[in-house]
């Protein structure tokens, strides 16, 4: 796995849970079909602050939902950069000798607008920020798409929706979509839902799914006060 990734093997790793180097960084390879979550990123990224790393680089098969929000704090409060990478499902094809492209995770942020429409509260969702996963490869037309990514990330968005009651272990309803045609490419970044339907006051769960130009599917929840 580290071999396709390009990174080196650690043979005297000062813990269990690094597993490689990649330049300055240092690497953590989650178990096969491993669920990769907040409490196992908490534990890596200890172990590579205590090692000295000042970027982690953190390889498996499916992340948590939310959890690039939770990679924020832990940058924040220890100070070391960390990179999501989903391991590709390529690799596992019988006979591959060349890597696959490795995809960071995207970035997506997102926060609810409260109204009043013929006196009830309703709800809407505000796209923040977005940042979308690019492949790995040293070329000159990715330092372009990745500078156009930080800049005009919404620019990469194709299509997003929203399930303003989600329910974890649920499927995904659609309340609200938008998404880019060839006659109008133009695309909201703010929903025009006015969701009403919830039972009562309370606090609620949305969920925030994007998919960008490369066919990629990000999703993130937003805590809903109603």
Known sequence: ?????????????????????KGSALCHVDSIDGFFTRDELRAVAGAAKEAG???????????EMDLRLVCL???HAKGIRIKLVP?????????????PPFLE???????????????????????????PSLAEIPSKELETLKERAIKSGFDFIDFWA??????????????WQTYR?????????????????YPKEGKYTACVKVVDIFGCDTSI???IEY
């Open 162 to 175: 929203v399930d303003f009651d989600y329910q974890d272990g649920q499927p995904f309803e659609h309340h």
């Open 87 to 99: 391991i590709p499902r390529e690799i596992m094809e019988k006979n591959r000798t060349s890597p």
């Open 53 to 63: 790393a000042r970027e982690l680089h953190c390889l498996a098969w499916e992340y």
């Open 73 to 75: 704090e832990i940058e």
């Open 105 to 131: 995770v995207a970035v997506l942020e997102a926060e609810p607008v409260y109204k009043t429409a013929n006196g009830t509260k309703v709800v809407d969702i505000k796209l923040t920020k977005f940042v």
């Open 1 to 21: 796995m580290l071999g396709f990734y390009r990174a080196e093997v650690l043979q005297n790793s000062s813990s269990p849970l690094i597993h490689g180097r």
């Open 181 to 197: 045609t060839r006659k109008n490419r133009s695309l909201p970044t703010v929903s025009d839902s006015e969701f009403d339907k």
């Open 221 to 223: 929840t937003v805590e």
